[in-house]
């Protein structure tokens, strides 16, 4: 794969993951969606169809990684790093544009909450806050996860055929959504730096009334943990298998 094509296929598989992750947040949390109050279960499946699309759409550019940390394994278990910023890159910028897009999509409900009596906080539609605010807790449970997601990630890959029957991309949707119910309550389950960052960026530039704090002082764990557990997962997996 060239560089221009992974660069391009990264972008819009992340793009369109962090749409779908992103838009049923929104939708799942805004006054004036239809879909408010939905729960937690409905956004652990949406973020799993954002992964299924994104995925399937950037496949055949780039192998439809849209995670650094899952990148970061699979060169820890290749040894091959000369298209990893090249991935990186492409993620970030996928993602910041999916926020933008998920924002259009909600562009009311966000001009009405900021109308509100109260207006909700919007961060937690575009990057992750923890439930207990504990660094080091948070850090490990970003670690663990992210391992939970690469590990089995890089197995599938020795299953023959899954991968070119497209079989593994819709078996790590449905990983990405029983770690969102398994494991995603202590932090929002980032277990993807570019997933969390991008849109905290876009979450700071955007012209969101009352849209309250970016948080930016705890925006290094969900890029740390994951990329830790993204390297782990794959020592661990070069280690055992």
């Not at 969606?33 to 949406?46: M, P, Q």
């Not at 055949?60 to 040894?79: C, E, K, M, W």
């Not at 969390?196 to 009334?209: F, Q, S, T, V």
Request: hydrophobic fraction near 55%; charge should be negative; charged fraction near 10%.
């Amino acid at each position: 794969m060239s560089n221009g094509d992974v660069f391009v296929g990264e972008i819009i598989g992340t793009a369109i993951l962090i749409l779908f992750g992103a838009g049923v947040v929104a939708a799942v949390v805004l006054n004036h969606s239809k879909a408010k109050d939905a729960g937690w279960a409905v956004i652990t499946f949406g973020w799993g169809f954002g992964v299924l699309a994104g995925a399937y759409t950037a496949a055949p550019l780039s192998g439809g990684h849209l995670n650094p940390a899952v990148t970061v394994g699979i060169a820890f278990d290749t040894g091959d790093w000369d298209q990893v910023p090249v991935y990186i890159a492409g993620q970030m910028v996928g993602a910041f544009l999916g926020a933008i897009l998920c924002w259009l999509v909600y562009f009311a409900q966000f001009q009405a909450n900021a109308e509100e009596e109260t207006a909700q906080p919007t961060l937690g539609i575009f990057s992750t806050t923890p439930a207990i605010r504990n660094p080091v807790a948070n850090l490990v449970t970003e670690i663990i996860a992210t391992m939970a997601l690469v590990l089995p990630i890089l197995a599938f890959g020795l299953t023959e055929g899954l991968g070119q029957s497209g079989t593994a991309i819709l078996i790590v949707s449905f990983l990405v959504v029983g770690i969102g119910l398994s494991l995603g309550g202590p932090t929002g389950y980032a277990i993807n730096p570019a997933r969390d960052l991008g849109p905290r960026i876009a979450h700071a530039l955007l012209p969101i009334p009352n849209k309250g704090t970016s948080d930016w002082s705890y925006a290094w764990i969900p890029v740390a943990g994951p990329l830790i557990g993204g390297a782990l997962a794959g020592i661990v997996f070069t280690a055992a298998f």
